[in-house]
């Protein structure tokens, strides 16, 4: 720890503001603190096991928290999103230059904002929430992914692809971590065989909206001149390392 603490860090607020952790986490103070990118953290970032085993983002923020006692996999997915953005300013400054429409567009990553989220749909400390599906009536139980779901779901598709190439379940894969119960009834069997076969496409559509309008997150969008609405701001490789193609 007194190693970490030689490097200058900020403080980051974090989309959920805490509310969904549990009392004893010390995510509950809703901001994390993170050092400023070093030369080790740019190791990091090009080390080709990492890369290789598509966890080298995760390295980085890891690496970039300062309080140990934090566990990584419990962040809500939305409040890694807001880490991530932090990682690149704090590493390499606030302007990302990307294309957009065959030009070069500037953000200023430090005028993101979290989005807003209504607080009454929560019980404090406990991520679960509830559903009514519109077509069918059922209610379903449901919690927002963390990144140790996130990594369940990725390696249970990796497995689906080496029996079958042509499989492309993500959207029920995802379903199944997020859905704790369907009417009551929790069993990890009811819920497969619901998203499998009973969950209609326009009930699966909606809940799926439902969750994107209450999920705290950060707004990873820009607005063109052009646009009617935000565009969502590409994360490319150079968003974390933007000497990539020198």
């Known amino acids: 720890m007194e190693q ?16 969904l952790y549990s009392a004893d986490s010390p995510l509950k103070s809703g901001t994390i603190e993170m050092k400023y990118m070093t030369a080790k953290e740019e190791d990091i970032l090009t080390n080709q096991n990492y890369i290789t085993r598509g966890v080298v983002i995760d390295k980085l923020l890891q690496s970039l928290i300062v309080d140990k006692n934090i566990k990584y996999g419990d962040l809500l997915i939305g409040d890694k999103n807001a880490l991530l953005v932090a990682a690149r300013i704090l590493g390499y400054g606030k302007d990302y230059d990307f294309t957009y429409q065959g030009e070069k567009v500037t953000v200023d990553l430090s005028e993101i904002n979290n989005k807003a989220f209504d607080e009454s749909k929560l019980t404090d400390g406990k991520n679960e929430f509830e559903y009514t599906l519109p077509t069918t009536g059922d ?11 996130e990594y369940k779901i990725d390696q249970e ?32 069997k009811t819920i497969r065989e619901f998203v499998d076969n009973r969950f209609l496409a326009r009930d699966s559509r909606s809940f799926r909206k439902y969750v994107a309008d209450i999920q705290p997150d950060v707004d990873l969008k820009f607005y063109p001149e052009d646009a009617e609405e935000g565009v969502a701001i590409p994360i490319g490789v150079n968003f974390l390392w933007p000497d990539a193609d020198l």
């Open 4 to 19: 970490e603490k030689k490097f200058p860090s900020e403080v980051i607020d974090l989309p959920s503001k805490g509310l």
């Open 139 to 149: 209610k379903i139980t449901f919690k927002l992914l963390t990144h140790s779901d």
């Open 157 to 188: 598709l990796k497995g689906l692809k080496k029996m079958n190439k042509d499989a492309s379940p993500e959207v029920s894969t995802r379903l199944k971590y997020m859905i704790l119960g369907i009417n009551g009834n929790g069993e990890t």
